[in-house]
């Protein structure tokens, strides 16, 4: 026997033990805890708005998320850096009033020195920030870390606050695997279960791309774990909750045309999931997002396109996702010229029709250009979109803009009903 064939014995033997524990001490089922407007407090009018919510110029920004807080205000996430992977970049936040309508000032919350500090370990990179708020108010905040290889080696650290995000704990790894804990990467929002436990969909990348369901207990450790795809070609899931035992979860798709979004479904609360399919939605290898709404329909935001991501779109389903309508295109830029001066223009002027109070858009184009243009060849992008309803009814949504600026839109559910109203006809997916 060679000298690495005990060893790779020993961490088989290792795995399957590790196997047999959690099978032997899974933990008791729970049920999915809907969301659930409480107070509809929110602007009863049909009203659309929106807003850069980040601030910084002539940066890679990117991956953000949202996290409602105990007051209403809602807090963003998301990393910044001068290219994603550098060694410079952090995970940035601000939080927004709705009361003001304005976005405070963007601080930095964690960068690779000060996570490499908690954890004792090397940290190469660090990305995609996601955050959810426990029964108990503690907010939870996971993002991921790489220390060698590219993203398929990464893992997943989270910090904790206790006050809404103004201060935070050090930060420490999930334990998401028996067998080196590498390959885990989050992406999808963070939800509830009825026990007050925590589902966080993660996916894996090395070898393999699929989706995961992580069960995250209330001291903050993975207490069960499910799959909900295989192969090499979905991740970053997204799971809707649609009652305590239904849930839909949408993946995006790295494989072979036709480029379509892959669905899986639950009705025992994630305790079994059906066979991975291709729905009729397209996808170009893009992240997607979505939300389950308190009367049933499912609302989607997505880069309804299979090559590129300059287009963005929101839809609905009325039936449970068999099919889908597209109700509003919150960005089209298909087709449009892409030579650099052409292109400043155009990314000016959808800087100044983001945010009222933009009367030199210059800066915006420049950083827009700074990261989309090469020689003479410029694109758009709106990408990796985060979608929530807030307990008054609102909803909010984030993407990432040209890789430059954080977009932020606001509507209210009149207006989702109307918009609903003009495109009745809408095609459905």
């Known amino acids: 026997m060679s000298g690495r064939q005990p060893l790779l014995l020993c961490l088989v033997l290792i795995a399957f033990g590790a196997a047999f524990y959690k099978v032997a001490n899974r933990p008791s089922a729970a049920l999915f805890q809907p969301a659930v407007i409480t107070a509809q407090t929110g602007n009863t009018a049909p009203e659309v708005h929106t807003h850069f919510a980040s601030a910084q110029q002539n940066i890679h920004t990117h991956a953000a998320s949202l996290v409602e807080l105990g007051d209403g205000r809602i807090r963003a996430f998301w990393f910044a850096g001068s290219r994603e992977g550098a060694r410079d970049v952090e995970i940035r936040s601000a939080v927004f009033d709705p009361a003001k309508n304005l976005w405070s000032a963007e601080q930095s919350i964690a960068d690779r020195t000060g996570t490499q500090r908690a954890l004792l370990r090397y940290v190469k990179k660090l990305g995609n920030p996601v955050a959810q708020r426990a029964p108990d108010g503690t907010l939870r905040l ?82 069960d774990k499910q799959r909900l795809s295989s192969g090499r070609s979905s ?11 239904q849930a839909l979860a949408l993946m995006r798709y790295s494989g072979v045309s036709p480029m379509r979004m892959i669905a899986t479904a639950t009705d025992d609360a994630g305790q079994h999931w059906s066979a991975p399919v291709k729905t009729a939605l397209a996808n170009p290898n893009a992240a997607i997002a979505g939300v389950a709404l308190p009367d049933g329909r499912l609302l989607l935001v997505f880069n309804d396109t299979e090559r590129e991501r300059d287009a963005l779109s929101l839809a609905v389903s009325a039936d ?40 030199d858009a210059t800066a915006y184009a420049k950083s827009a250009q700074r990261i989309k243009c ?7 992008e709106f990408s990796y979109p985060y979608l929530i309803q807030t307990q008054s009814g609102d909803f909010h949504l984030v993407y990432t803009w040209n890789r430059s600026f954080i977009k932020h839109v606001r509507f209210t559910r009149a207006w989702l009903d109307q918009q609903m109203e003009k495109t009745g006809d809408a095609k459905l997916h």
């Open 142 to 223: 996971f993002y991921v870390t790489v220390s060698l290889g590219g993203w398929a080696g990464s893992s997943i650290t989270a910090i904790t606050s206790m006050d809404d995000g103004a201060t935070w704990s050090p930060a420490r790894r999930l334990i998401t695997s028996p067998f080196m804990n590498v390959s885990t990467l989050v992406k999808g929002a963070p939800f509830l279960f009825g026990d007050g436990t925590m589902g966080l969909p993660v996916y894996h990348e090395f070898i393999g791309k699929f989706g995961e369901l992580l069960r995250i207990g209330n001291g903050g450790a993975v207490i």
């Open 235 to 245: 991740l970053q899931p997204v799971v809707l909750i649609k009652d305590p035992q």
């Open 320 to 359: 449970g996702g068999a099919t889908w309508g597209t109700v509003y295109q919150l960005e089209d830029q298909r087709g449009h010229p892409t030579e650099p001066a052409r292109y400043a223009q155009v990314a000016g002027e959808l800087a100044k029709a983001t945010e009222a109070g933009i009367t």
């Open 374 to 380: 090469v020689a003479q060849h410029c694109g758009f």
